[in-house]
């Protein structure tokens, strides 16, 4: 699996935007981009993925440069829920499964 | 989606001993995980455990050490065997991929404190 490169911190106010870069210099061709969070004390959960195109679902919206270098995953409006550890993962397609993490993005979304 | 649920959700052991989590899915799935979760840390990954034949182990983690079981396609054990303080962490199983997605789903993991 690709190497990732993330901030090891971020801070957001309640309602604003939060972007969460990630770098993936490293991506293969045929590889996707994966994000999950850890909410404190529990499991990690599935947000999105995404190969070439930008993808959108209900939780988040994944922004992936046109070289694949890198992407953004995007809260449109963070709660302080949201306030959680973001991982970026890269990992081959649909037959590969396990998961690598990396140290992540540790969100802090304030009032 | 996937119900994951692991047994026990803590416990404090004392070092020398033993430990063996359960893992509990809802519905078949093909391929489980185990995880572990140092404090402060992110997650590493200890093993893919195999239905019907020896679990598969990552760099760092040998089968004398954390034996892995898998009876059938919903259920897998963790063992954790003499343990010492450095074993004191969280461990996750998980299971996937499944749907659309091919995503991973988490249990709400084991959390071992080793005295």
């Known amino acids: 699996d690709a190497k990732t490169t993330q901030p090891p911190s971020m801070d957001c106010a309640e309602g604003r935007a939060a972007n969460l870069p990630c770098n993936h210099s490293?991506?293969?061709?045929?590889?996707?981009v994966y994000w999950y969070r850890q909410i404190h004390s529990q499991g990690p959960q599935y947000i999105i993925h995404?190969?070439?195109n930008n993808e959108t679902n209900e939780m988040a919206s994944l922004i992936i440069t046109e070289d694949r270098k890198s992407s953004t995953l995007i809260l449109p409006h963070a709660t302080l829920r949201d306030t959680a550890v973001y991982y970026c993962?890269?990992?081959?397609?649909?037959?590969?499964?396990?998961?690598?993490f990396g140290t992540g993005t540790r969100l802090l979304v304030s009032p | 989606s996937a119900v994951i649920s692991q047994k026990p959700s803590r416990d404090i052991c004392q070092r020398g001993t033993s430990l063996t989590i359960q893992c509990q899915v809802d519905?078949?799935?093909?391929?489980m995980f185990w995880y572990r979760q140092q404090p402060g840390q992110s997650l590493t990954l200890i093993a893919t455990?195999?239905?019907?034949?020896?679990?598969?182990?990552e760099s760092g983690f040998v089968i004398d050490k954390f034996p892995i079981s898998r009876p059938n396609l919903t259920f897998s054990t963790l063992t954790v065997s003499n343990m010492s303080p450095e074993d004191s962490s969280i461990y996750l199983c998980?299971?996937?991929?499944?749907?659309?997605?091919?995503?991973?789903?988490f249990g709400p993991g084991t959390r071992l404190t080793v005295l």
């Open positions: 998980s299971v996937g991929p499944r749907g659309q997605s091919n995503e991973q789903f």
């Open positions: 490293t991506i293969s061709g045929n590889e996707y």
């Open positions: 995404g190969l070439k």
């Open positions: 993962i890269v990992r081959a397609p649909p037959g590969f499964q396990k998961l690598v």
């Open positions: 519905s078949q799935v093909t391929m």
């Open positions: 455990a195999n239905q019907g034949s020896e679990a598969t182990y």
